[in-house]
């Protein structure tokens, strides 16, 4: 078995990286420069794709500052730092417009190319509600393109989406991860770019606060370094 | 009424450019550099732009030799030189993977940002059957993507596909062109990179075939320069 696992850096992909490799697929790992403001994701994405021992890791770069309409991408706008209640259902600024479907565009070209059999992706639908294509009827749609846009799916071997967190809260995500031997302390989820060195995450954005929540509610404490905690 | 407008600088993109603006819309173009080795469509993308005086052209670069598996992105394998017969239903080595599913879901990005209400893509299933990613179920599945994917989407905005030539041979699409006032000149449909100054079509590739003989079939001359033809 042959996977593309899209690996940003963070924590959901990371676990995701170590189910693929657990589940005994071959990894082939695609991460995206798309000039992010927290472009030490990447820098940890290279670190956990070695981690895992991964067949090949591939990084495709394009420039999402093009067209703007993001704070994940746009410096001027500020990031939010919203309580967690505030995140339910509201989609945030950090939206970043087609973003999953351009990075599942590219995986399936990069897996058929290959010959994979499959292309994991690390979205959960319980904690990010907001982002519209987080959520399984999404995954569905592009299970249905990734059958009918290539050869391959065209002649009966259609490259199937994996999605083993669609169901699980952050904290289910960190169990299964430490079941794995993720290891947290390579991960980068902050959106802010974590100046200094070595980098450490902002805190206060709502990614910091999620995994900070979820590490808290199980009591453990997350190896990675804050600036305010 | 606000169109994206797929580009590729070819006759299919260019006659869709001039039909989105003869429908009435406002026109964004835009263009993938994706180290293709017909670069020189990308500068016949640039002057068919200002040619049909659209409100912005954006032109995304990404390397899409990464994994290779086409002869359109790698310059060691040869360019396909069929005949037409030969071309029907066979997928060329001219196919390269999931490519308009990328293209699609940057044009979705874009669209998305800029408020737009529909995404104008060239594909016709009647000349190229061989690709799967241009015929009517995939861009349904496509369609569904679009609706999904998005905020706009999911708000009830969803941004709609256009096929204007869906269903349309090479040599309609010509007197569809020549209705609206396409300036055939300024195109490049040809496979290979036109190497001298001013750049010639080979005559020999599937792309320069298939343009040749739908001139010829309506009694027309290409007015292109050609090295053979």
């Known amino acids: 078995m042959k996977a593309v696992v899209l690996l940003s850096g963070g924590l959901d992909s990371s676990t995701v990286l170590f189910q693929a490799k657990a589940n005994g697929a071959e990894c082939y790992a695609i991460s995206f420069d798309y000039q992010q403001r927290h472009r030490q994701e990447l820098d940890a994405a290279v670190v956990i794709a070695q981690s895992a021992q991964v067949q090949q890791h591939q990084i495709v770069a394009f420039d999402?500052?093009?067209?703007?309409?993001?704070?994940?991408?746009?410096?001027?706008?500020?990031?939010?730092t919203r309580s967690i209640s505030e995140m339910a259902n509201h989609i945030p600024t950090t939206y970043v417009p087609a973003r999953n479907t351009i990075f599942l565009s590219f995986a399936l070209a990069?897996?058929?190319?290959?010959?994979?059999?499959?292309?994991?992706i690390g979205v959960n639908q319980l904690d990010y509600s907001g982002y519209p294509d987080c959520r399984p009827d999404f995954i569905q749609a592009m299970q249905e393109v990734f059958r009918l846009g290539t050869?391959?799916?065209?002649?009966?071997?259609?490259?199937?989406?994996?999605?083993?967190?669609?169901?699980?809260?952050k904290s289910d995500i960190i169990n299964l991860g430490n079941r794995l031997g993720v290891p947290w302390e390579q991960t980068w989820s902050c959106y802010s770019d974590g100046g200094g060195t070595p980098p450490k995450a902002c805190g206060q954005c709502d990614s910091c606060k999620l995994r900070l929540a979820a590490f808290a509610e199980l009591g453990l404490e997350d190896p990675i370094a804050y600036i305010i905690t």
């Open 151 to 169: 050869k391959q799916g065209r002649e009966g071997q259609s490259i199937e989406i994996c999605t083993p967190l669609i169901n699980l809260h």
């Open 64 to 80: 999402l500052r093009l067209w703007g309409g993001s704070a994940l991408t746009d410096t001027q706008m500020d990031l939010p």
């Open 110 to 120: 990069y897996a058929e190319a290959i010959a994979a059999d499959q292309v994991y």
